[in-house]
């Protein structure tokens, strides 16, 4: 396909997301190729899935590293021999340096699971739950130097019901990721979606705080 666009996934554990991504990509008429998925943990599941899928992996454990930017300058390297156009965040459980965030501006994703601002950082479905939330969510968003911040592309949104536990939330918010995350990276890949100077655009128009935003 001439106009093939070349991903890498970027992950620490299960890879569910990675799984909705390649699992997109089977269509027929996807643009998106993913050229390699790569861990800072070597017995990460999604490791798995992606070889399974026949998807190049590599490992990069950030413990050999004295540092933070060490660590991101050799991932850096790495991701570079695969020459992508996009790097997609599937749960990949590091901070990263502004260097390395700098270095892919405007070509970087992440997946959270909140309706971000409410929530960076861990036990998102625990807090919402706890603060008594009526409606709790997932996000897609380009990725800057603030930790889980950054424009907004989509958000899926779906109600917190009255028998919910952190595991239950949890699991219908998945079931949104799955859905809103390779949507996005396809938007991106065809062209729709770039990131501006006043925030992401999709077609040309601005989106707005939320992003694109999915109501269940
Ligand atoms: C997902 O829920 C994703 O939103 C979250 O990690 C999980 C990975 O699941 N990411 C973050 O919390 C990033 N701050 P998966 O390995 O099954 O795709």
Not at 39 to 64: P, V, W
Request: with cysteine; aromatic share 6%; proline share 4%.
């Amino acid at each position: 396909m001439p106009n093939t666009c070349d991903v890498v996934v970027l992950l620490s554990g299960t890879g569910s997301n990675l799984q909705a991504l390649i699992d997109s990509t089977r269509t027929g008429d996807s643009p998106v190729r993913i050229a390699a998925v790569i861990s800072n943990r070597a017995d990460a599941y999604g490791l798995q899935r992606a070889s399974d899928a026949g998807i190049a992996t590599r490992s990069l454990d950030h413990k050999g590293f004295e540092g933070r930017e060490a660590f991101d300058a050799a991932l850096i390297e790495l991701i570079d021999e695969f020459n992508p156009k996009l790097v997609v965040l599937a749960g990949f459980m590091r901070i990263l340096s502004a260097d390395f965030v700098r270095h892919y501006q405007g070509r970087l994703l992440n997946i959270h699971p909140s309706l971000l601002p409410k929530y960076k950082g861990l036990h998102t479905h625990q807090r919402a739950l706890e603060a008594g939330d009526a409606e709790h969510g997932c996000s897609v968003h380009f990725v800057t130097e603030e930790l889980d911040g950054g424009p907004l592309v989509v958000q899926a949104v779906i109600p917190v019901e009255l028998h919910d536990s952190p595991q239950s939330l949890a699991q219908r918010v998945h079931v949104q990721e799955h859905l809103i995350y390779p949507m996005a990276v396809r938007w991106f890949a065809e062209g729709r979606l770039t990131l501006g100077e006043q925030g992401a655009l999709l077609d040309g128009q601005l989106l707005g705080a939320s992003g694109h935003l999915i109501r269940n």
